[in-house]
């Protein structure tokens, strides 16, 4: 038979509650039976306000149904009161057949295949490899698995290809080259694979501090050389940068200028003839401060493996420099000089970001939030920075270097 939807509707119901017992595991004893309430398919079946018409049409497939022989109706007065399936192993596949569906244990194993092929390769990332363990896991559960055989594929891809990557590309760029098209990461994928990414654990280690999930997800894209927009690295100062292929460029300290990341990796040599390097946290700031002797840096984004590669480059072609940061007096500021300190195993000294700038410019704090709080009392928990971390919680209060480096 053709089957309407509504038709179809009914049926799949039945075939889910069949498929899900005892009965057709082979587990139960007794007769069991399968049935629905009207209200399951036409949620307006009981109510007064019903139209009658669509009423009248509903009961007339229902009983068309009946007359194949794959329901019986109970009734109550002049309405249905539960749809009952009439259940014979040749109505189950007669069933299946209307919906053009396979039976339950055949898609069972036709989805873990599925999944085993997904991960076959061996050089599949590990993440990739436990993403198809988890789905099969779920299916050898009885649970269904989180996402379709498209979807499915298409996550597996996009995985590998983030995973694996290692030059510089922007996410639509991503989006053209796994899924050939510019929009389809955005709107479809991107929280999907990066919940994976974030519940594998791989990024801990980057994402511990970040203040939320938008914050921890553009972390880990960018420490796989994933972003949004072109990401460049701003200098001023005194120096000289000599690249892979023989070309240099001059650097003064009153010709501010940047370079993409991409040209950031081609660096031979970085030579900085001003006795201090300081790197500064927003661009603002870069822009406005100014010190003699000074070589001043803004990476831009996140410190992720390549910035921190690219610094520890510029320490040890310059190591008898003094390190500098300049970054919020707040403490996801000393979250940030702490992450730098310990990843580049650079002495970076904080600059202008002490008690005395938060008593100076005590008129334009800021009260701290709960996280502000969180993090404070976790530094001090560690034994890092005590006495600001202490004194912003007594205090209440946390300052934005913008207001320091207009201000002075």
Known sequence: MIASDVQKNILKKLLVKYESS????????????FS???????????????????????????????????????????RILRINAVAELGNWNKIRSILDVKDKKERKREEM?????????????????????????????????????????????????????????????????????????????KRKVLKILRQSGRFDYLTGNCADEKEKNKVILEECNIYANPSYVYFKGDGKITFEDGRYLAVY????????????????TFEISDSKIMTVENLTSFNR?????????????????????????????????????????????????????NKTHIDFKPYKMGIEELEKYSSFSKTLEDNDIAKAKSLI????????????????????????????
Not at 22 to 33: D, M, V
Not at 140 to 151: H, L
């Open 22 to 33: 005892k009965t057709y595991k082979g587990e139960n004893l007794i007769l069991q039976s």
């Open 36 to 78: 629905i309430r009207p209200v399951d398919i036409f949620k307006e079946y009981d109510k007064d306000s019903a139209d009658i018409d669509a009423i009248e049409d509903f009961e007339k497939q229902c009983k068309l149904l009946e007359a194949e022989g794959l329901i019986r109706l109970d009734w109550k007065y002049d």
């Open 113 to 189: 295949d599925f999944y085993a092929s997904l991960c076959e390769n061996a050089n599949s990332e590990q993440i990739v490899k436990d993403f198809c363990r988890n789905q099969i896991g779920r299916i050898e559960m009885d649970k269904e698995a989180e996402y379709g055989p498209t979807d499915a594929k298409n996550i597996v891809n996009l995985l590998d290809c983030i995973l694996k990557n290692k030059a510089e590309i922007l996410e639509r760029e991503l989006s053209i080259s796994v899924l050939s098209n510019s929009k389809s990461w955005e709107e479809k994928y």
């Open 253 to 268: 300290h009153d010709m501010p200028f940047a370079l993409s990341s991409q040209c950031i990796g081609k660096i031979k």
């Open 289 to 341: 401060i100014k010190k003699a002797e000074t070589f001043f840096i803004f990476l831009s984004g996140y410190h992720n493996s390549a910035k921190q590669n690219f610094l520890e480059k510029i320490f040890r072609q310059n190591s008898n420099n003094e390190f500098y940061h300049f970054g919020d007096i707040d403490p996801d500021g000393f979250f940030i000089l702490e992450n730098l300190r």
């Open 381 to 408: 928990e560690k034994g890092r920075f005590l006495e600001i971390m202490s004194y912003m919680l007594e205090n209440d209060m946390k300052l934005e270097q913008e207001i320091i480096s207009w201000k002075e």
